[in-house]
């Protein structure tokens, strides 16, 4: 089984050439996937299928590489029949570290085990063949491939459709040899008639009439053909279908091609809708013998004048640098003017929207690659990223994780920097400047706690020598002296000019020099106001905290750079 080799694949080629390690291909990967279709190209950037696609991962034991030539090994996968069930149509091969290193689709294929006694397994060999400069060597397969049985259900498949594809350029979508494969009225009901017929390629015999079995509708008739697998075999099969149709592919993986060969108008009106040519017999003798002229051919007495030949420039020149209006560009000033095209862009770096190097690309990783395989690069950056192992290796610019900056080249707007030299993240120096605004002359409230239930202290200063006031009362009970009537104190008074009844004179006592102590009540708990004046104008201190991460950056967006070789 040919392979393609996946870009994944050509860039571990190359990242083991570079570290001088081998590239080690370890397992088969059988998958079925929905609606794959083995005629299109495989999409060399995918990956493997999905895990629930995935039915068989088969270990290549070592006796299983083999060399075709130094420069072609091939791996083998030998699946006996205790192993199944599972149908498949793509294949893969895996390295040692999970890379999808090469894939290939195929016709769905079975693989069934064998079930004692009825024996309805089946052995399956595949074998994987995948080239590139050096593939021996840097695989390290020492086994020639030449002495293994060799899988051909790929190939034989492959010539089916080379075969098919041969005679679509010839014939066309569908042709039909005279009137073979007529759809037809009969005494009964319908049939299709004998005869010869190619649709898209695969060429249908039906040896006798067939009846069409069956209520027929009105409206069109289609042929459906497909290469029906037999045995071990692929054989033209056909059936007859009715309403619109389409070339479509069966749950078996094989492909039907469909064409219409009648329109039933009525039950008494058949049109013939089939691509028909009066062919006889060999096709040659009727091509040969067949009169007039062909509308696109001119056959007879061709010559320069009749086309204008005169008008066309003449093809003399492989130089790529004319600009001559008299000469077109030969073959080998095409291949010029692409290597010219090549060659400039060799040790250019590109961003691209993809994690894999593109074909002619390597990852800008910092790997070490080989000074002789990729001698171009070589010759254009020498070892100005790196020396590699200082004989046969060179180092790649490492583009990882980091911005390109235009060389300033005496600009002098980033002054003494090498060319291609790293340079590490900075900041420019700034300050911050930073104030508060003077909030004006101010009170600020301000307050004191409550004390508790408490006393206060008091007292009276001294009056000096002095006399008291009084008045007099006599109610028939005796004098009462500072307290109502009817009281029992007395105190003796002296009243200037005056006397008592029985001749003493009337006074107070005298008291002296003294002072008098007064008492003040609890006030119970309370708090005292406090007035604080104004501050007047000011300023206060600002302290700004710091904010940021771990490095300065734009908006960006994460690319993968690669450097042409």
């Given at each position: 089984?040919s ?9 571990q080629?190359?990242l083991k050439?570079?570290q001088q ?8 990967i059988?998958?079925?996937?929905p609606?794959l279709?083995p005629?299109e190209?495989?999409?060399r950037a995918?990956?493997k299928?999905?895990?629930?696609q995935?039915?068989h991962?088969y270990t ?10 130094p420069?072609?090994v091939?791996?083998?996968?030998q699946l006996?029949?205790?192993?199944g069930?599972w149908?498949f149509?793509w294949?893969g ?13 195929v016709?769905?294929q079975q693989k069934r085990?064998n ?6 397994g089946n052995?399956?060999t ?7 400069d050096?593939?021996?060597q840097l695989?390290?397969v ?5 002495t293994?049985?060799?899988?051909f259900?790929?190939?034989l498949a492959?010539?089916?459709e080379?075969?098919r594809?041969g005679?679509?350029?010839l014939?066309?979508?569908a042709c039909?040899?005279s ?6 009225k009969?005494?009964?009901?319908y049939q299709?008639?004998a005869g010869t017929?190619?649709i898209?390629?695969i060429?249908?015999e ?6 069409v079995?069956?209520v027929i509708?009105v ?5 459906d ?5 037999q045995?071990?075999?692929r054989?033209?099969?056909w059936?007859?279908v009715?309403?619109e ?6 749950a ?5 091609y ?8 009525s039950s008494t ?9 009066p ?8 091509l ?6 062909y ?8 010559t320069?004048?009749?086309v204008g ?5 003449n093809?003399?020149s492989?130089?790529p640098a004319t ?9 080998a ?5 692409q ?6 862009m060799?040790g250019?770096?590109?961003?691209f929207a993809?994690n894999?190097a593109?074909a002619?690309?390597l990852?800008?990783?910092?790997a ?6 990729f001698a171009g ?6 070892t100005?990223?790196?020396?590699g ?5 060179f ?7 980091l ?6 080249d ?5 002054p003494?920097?090498?060319f291609g ?9 700034h300050?911050h ?12 409230s ?7 239930n408490?006393?206060?202290s008091?007292w ?10 009084f008045r ?8 009462n002296?500072?307290?109502p009537?009817g009281?029992s104190?007395?105190t003796e008074?002296e009243?200037?000019?005056g006397?008592?009844?029985d001749?003493?004179p009337?006074?107070?006592?005298y008291q002296?020099?003294?002072?008098h102590?007064?008492g003040?009540?609890?006030a119970?708990?309370h708090?005292?106001?406090?007035g ?7 300023t206060?201190?600002?302290?700004v905290?710091a904010a940021?991460?771990?490095?300065t950056r ?6 993968f750079?690669?450097?042409?070789y």
């Amino acid at each position: 089984m040919s392979a393609s080799i996946t870009l994944a694949g050509e860039s571990q080629i190359a990242l083991k050439q570079s570290q001088q390690k081998p590239l080690i291909v370890s397992r088969f990967i059988f998958a079925n996937v929905p609606g794959l279709d083995p005629t299109e190209p495989l999409d060399r950037a995918a990956g493997k299928p999905a895990a629930e696609q995935i039915v068989h991962v088969y270990t290549i034991p070592e006796k299983n590489a083999g060399f075709v030539n130094p420069n072609q090994v091939v791996y083998s996968a030998q699946l006996g029949s205790d192993v199944g069930d599972w149908d498949f149509n793509w294949v893969g091969l895996e390295d040692a570290d999970g890379i999808l290193f090469a894939a290939s689709s195929v016709p769905l294929q079975q693989k069934r085990r064998n079930i004692p006694p009825e024996q309805i397994g089946n052995n399956v060999t595949r074998n994987f063949l995948v080239a590139f400069d050096g593939a021996m060597q840097l695989t390290g397969v020492k086994i020639d491939a030449c002495t293994w049985q060799h899988d051909f259900t790929v190939r034989l498949a492959g010539i089916d459709e080379r075969e098919r594809l041969g005679n679509r350029n010839l014939y066309g979508r569908a042709c039909f040899f005279s009137d073979s494969l007529t759809f037809e009225k009969t005494d009964t009901g319908y049939q299709i008639s004998a005869g010869t017929a190619y649709i898209e390629g695969i060429r249908l015999e039906i040896p006798g009439p067939e009846p069409v079995p069956g209520v027929i509708p009105v409206g069109k008739v289609w042929l459906d053909v497909c290469l029906e697998r037999q045995l071990n075999d692929r054989v033209a099969a056909w059936k007859v279908v009715f309403g619109e149709q389409a070339d479509y592919i069966d749950a078996a993986g094989v492909r039907h091609y469909c064409v219409p060969i009648a329109d039933i108008v009525s039950s008494t009106v058949i049109e013939d809708l089939r691509d028909a040519e009066p062919v006889g017999g060999a096709l040659i003798r009727y091509l040969a013998s067949r009169t007039g002229d062909y509308p696109l051919l001119r056959a007879r007495a061709t010559t320069k004048a009749d086309v204008g030949l005169g008008n066309l420039p003449n093809a003399i020149s492989d130089d790529p640098a004319t600009n001559s209006s008299e000469i077109v560009a030969s073959t080998a000033a095409l291949n010029k003017l692409q290597t010219q095209v090549g060659d400039s862009m060799t040790g250019m770096v590109a961003a691209f929207a993809m994690n894999s190097a593109p074909a002619g690309w390597l990852a800008c990783n910092g790997a070490a690659i080989s000074r002789t395989a990729f001698a171009g690069l070589f010759a254009r950056i020498a070892t100005h990223y790196g020396a590699g192992d200082g004989s046969t290796t060179f180092n790649l610019p490492d583009m990882r994780g980091l911005f390109p900056r235009g060389w300033d080249d005496g600009r002098g707007l980033d002054p003494g920097r090498a060319f291609g030299a790293y340079q590490d993240m900075m900041i420019h120096s700034h300050a911050h400047s930073a104030s508060a605004a003077a909030v004006g002359d101010h009170l600020h409230s301000a307050w004191t706690d409550a004390q508790g239930n408490h006393n206060h202290s008091a007292w009276t200063d001294a009056q000096g020598n002095h006399d008291h006031g009084f008045r007099i009362v006599d109610n028939g009970a005796g004098i009462n002296v500072g307290y109502p009537a009817g009281g029992s104190v007395f105190t003796e008074l002296e009243i200037p000019g005056g006397k008592n009844a029985d001749g003493r004179p009337m006074r107070t006592d005298y008291q002296g020099n003294h002072a008098h102590n007064v008492g003040i009540g609890a006030a119970g708990n309370h708090a005292h106001n406090v007035g604080v004046g104004g501050a007047g104008n000011h300023t206060h201190g600002i302290t700004v905290a710091a904010a940021g991460g771990t490095e300065t950056r734009p908006r960006n967006l994460a690319l993968f750079y690669c450097i042409k070789y």
